[in-house]
């Protein structure tokens, strides 16, 4: 599968606890994509990296939540102290850039996370 | 901050009937994306706009890009139950100093068999 895989598929944590979960993007993609989507909702950009760089971060992103792609390849994203507003589907996804004319993103299945 | 709105937030048609989403933008965009999301799937990309007033068709769905590049359209022709899902555009933004990619609530279609 060439896709986008995210892991874990699902996770159930309870408040306060620190998550992590982990996006590998298709190998020629060097954008990377962090989503939150909540039922009823579009995505919620998070934040992106292009390579190992993270260039965008939202400023709706609080500093219990932390992103890394250490080697342009896969990304983990971290929350700290989970909070029961934390639980959402999260999305990852990746595209190929820079440039003017983005092209689409691939998305992964997502992480579930609830948070009890 | 930019906002992008779609309307309506929901529409329930019988199958055969058509179907028009639309997104609206407060500010100019690069280019804007439309995308589906089935129940409980992931959003997949459907087509890409880039130039004003374009265009461009797939089969029964046509999207519009305004003039201003401040809105778009998406429209179904006679829609079968296939089409049932969200369909989301995501506004691409970029300016010197930031490149974001800002994506609407959704238009959650029904379609009635």
């Known amino acids: 599968d060439t896709g986008v895989s995210q892991d874990p598929r699902h996770k159930i944590t309870k408040r306060g606890q620190n998550v992590t979960f982990r996006c590998d993007p298709i190998?020629?993609?060097?954008?990377l994509y962090w989503y939150r989507q909540t039922l009823g909702q579009g995505p919620e950009f998070l934040t992106y990296?292009?390579?190992?760089?993270?260039?965008?971060k939202s400023r709706l992103l609080s500093d219990r939540f932390s992103a890394e792609r250490p080697k342009g390849s896969f990304s983990t994203l971290e929350i700290q102290r989970t909070e029961q507003g934390d639980s959402a589907m999260y999305l990852c996804?990746?595209?190929?850039?820079?440039?003017?004319?983005?092209?689409?993103?691939?998305f992964g299945p997502g992480t579930r996370l609830t948070v009890l | 901050g930019q906002q992008v709105m779609q309307i309506p937030q929901y529409q329930h048609v019988q199958e055969g009937e058509d179907f028009t989403t639309y997104c609206n933008s407060s500010?100019?965009?690069?280019?804007i994306q439309w995308y589906k999301q089935r129940p409980g799937g992931h959003p997949v990309f459907l087509i890409q706009l880039v130039k004003s007033g374009e265009v461009k068709k797939q089969k029964r769905l046509t999207f519009q890009f305004g003039e201003a590049k401040k809105n778009s359209s998406l429209h179904i022709t006679a829609t079968q139950t296939t089409d049932v899902g969200t369909y989301f555009c995501a506004a691409r933004e970029i300016k010197t100093s930031y490149d974001k990619v800002i994506f609407g609530p959704g238009t959650s279609l029904s379609v009635i068999p």
């Open positions: 190998s020629e993609h060097n954008r």
């Open positions: 500010t100019t965009l690069s280019n």
């Open positions: 990296f292009q390579n190992e760089a993270q260039l965008e």
């Open positions: 996804a990746s595209s190929i850039g820079p440039g003017l004319i983005d092209n689409e993103q691939f």
